[in-house]
């Protein structure tokens, strides 16, 4: 059972352009929403989270999007940059502790 | 100051043989995690330890695996038996005590079975 569905799977962007990626849910219980960046050969790491108290959040270049009623979230990357490729996590935690990842999204910026 | 150390990097195995992946935490973290990474797919949560205690095992298979955190030392996961289905790479992340705390991964263990 995939609690957290991740799309698209992989999308390529023009350097400056804008990377979406969205999220759903399904447990209502979730109440931790953090974005992992992982780059080839290496662990993930936590990029920008969210509670679903708050409807956005912004940090730098990276923007998260979260809609508790439709219980959807997503990540904006604006002014993508090469350096910006690499696979992109989603993930949801309820008490508990444990992470919910959603499958993955392979970015590639083209220069 | 360290990251989450894991060792080792690649681990090859025969079908039939045993895996010991090993994780030390950051310092200060007394909780970890294991999750799995099958190619092309997301991590799955395998189980929470803390020092002397499996908190959550709802991950793991039912058979050939466990993990321990001892008092002292690092954390362990154990693959007895390996199968071709049990190549994957293995992720440790670790966590302050209390809920909601980040958990910081390593950088994996890429097991492969022959």
């Known amino acids: 059972q995939q609690q957290v569905k991740q799309s698209p799977q992989s999308l390529i962007v023009q350097k400056g352009g804008i990377s979406i990626i969205n999220c759903a849910y399904e447990?209502?219980?979730?109440?931790?929403f953090p974005w992992y960046q992982q780059f080839p050969g290496k662990g993930p790491a936590l990029l920008i989270a969210i509670r679903p108290d708050v409807s956005e959040k912004k940090e730098g270049r990276f923007t998260i999007s979260f809609n508790k009623s439709a219980k959807q979230f997503s990540l904006h990357i604006m002014d993508s940059q090469p350096g910006d490729s690499a696979t992109y996590f989603c993930?949801?935690?309820?008490?508990?502790?444990?992470?919910?990842f959603g499958g993955g999204t392979r970015v590639l910026v083209k220069p | 100051n360290a990251g989450v150390m894991q060792n080792p990097r690649h681990l090859v195995r025969r079908r039939g043989q045993e895996a010991r992946l090993r994780c030390s935490p950051m310092?200060?973290?007394?909780?970890v995690y294991w999750y799995r990474q099958l190619p092309e797919e997301g991590l799955k949560f395998m189980v929470y330890?803390?020092?002397?205690?499996?908190?959550?095992e709802s991950g793991m298979p039912k058979e050939r695996f466990s993990a321990e955190f001892p008092k002292e030392g690092p954390s362990i996961l154990r693959i007895q038996q390996v199968v071709r289905g049990d190549s994957a790479a293995y992720f440790c992340?670790?966590?302050?005590?209390?809920?909601?705390?980040?958990?910081?991964f390593g950088a994996g263990t890429r097991l492969s079975v022959l």
């Open positions: 310092k200060g973290h007394s909780h």
């Open positions: 992340a670790s966590s302050r005590a209390g809920p909601k705390n980040i958990q910081y």
């Open positions: 993930a949801a935690q309820a008490a508990g502790n444990k992470l919910t």
């Open positions: 447990n209502t219980a979730f109440d931790y």
């Open positions: 330890l803390q020092k002397e205690n499996i908190i959550d």
